[in-house]
């Protein structure tokens, strides 16, 4: 993952689930098992290496695929579970279609990092502390929704149309705790999948913009995709 491969929102307040009131707030790609990327670009934001904390005034939003790929799966979930408990809710930690493996979702291979591991994720999820989704209120983008893969307008439509991204996310994250075959539904990316994929499998070109522009609208306002080569970190402001 190169170092630059995060968004970084200025100068607003923000809302949803669950960050608190701070000044900037940086979204990270799939990391994939690769650590020392994720540390470079922390550092690049005044990361604290010795006593793990973030600059007061920031939030991280990670969007999941912490694992796999790479050399450093296990590495990279201990350094992630360390920042979140050392940076409480200025560390939210999303789940991608490869943790979803762990968690109830369809298997794709990949299963290689250690029980410890696997255990973490699950915690993380049985605890309430790593969702499907979170919302920030942007002084650039206007409030926004922010998932692994995107919220397709079918599943929009099946949370009820919700055009508030705060509400949405908490409707999403409240499918992972009672719905999680629904939560990780895979799409075309997986043989057999169906029609209807979560908010961790969807395809960026087939199935999140076209279940859009089939409508005769576009993706929601405020959408952003990741800089080239990485997978879209989904985000899109509700403006249906």
Do not use: C
């Amino acid at each position: 993952m190169p170092t630059d491969a995060f968004a970084v929102h200025r100068r607003h307040s923000a809302s949803g689930f669950p960050l608190p009131r701070i000044n900037s707030t940086a979204i990270f790609g799939d990391l994939s098992g690769h650590l020392r990327p994720l540390v470079a670009a922390l550092e690049l934001l005044k990361f604290d290496t010795e006593s793990s904390e973030l600059p007061d005034a920031l939030a991280v939003v990670q969007v999941g695929d912490l694992v796999h790929t790479g050399p450093d799966s296990d590495a990279v979930v201990t350094f992630v579970a360390k920042m979140m408990s050392t940076n409480a809710d200025r560390w939210v930690q999303l789940m991608g279609n490869h943790e979803s493996q762990y968690l109830g979702g369809t298997r794709f291979g990949h299963l290689d990092v250690s029980r410890d591991t696997e255990e973490t994720i699950r915690g993380w999820v049985h605890h309430d502390q790593a969702h499907l989704a979170a919302a920030v209120d942007s002084a650039e983008l206007g409030p926004v929704l922010i998932t692994h893969a995107g919220l397709t307008r079918q599943l929009w439509t099946e949370l009820g149309r919700p055009t508030d991204p705060a509400e949405a996310a908490r409707l999403l994250n409240r499918m992972l705790r009672m719905d999680r075959r629904r939560a990780f539904a895979p799409g075309e990316m997986l043989q057999g999948g169906s029609h209807k994929p979560g908010v961790v499998w969807a395809a960026a070109g087939s199935e999140l913009y076209q279940s859009w522009s089939v409508t005769g609208r576009r993706l929601p306002r405020s959408t952003a995709t990741a800089p080239p080569g990485l997978e879209s970190p989904g985000l899109a402001a509700l403006d249906p």
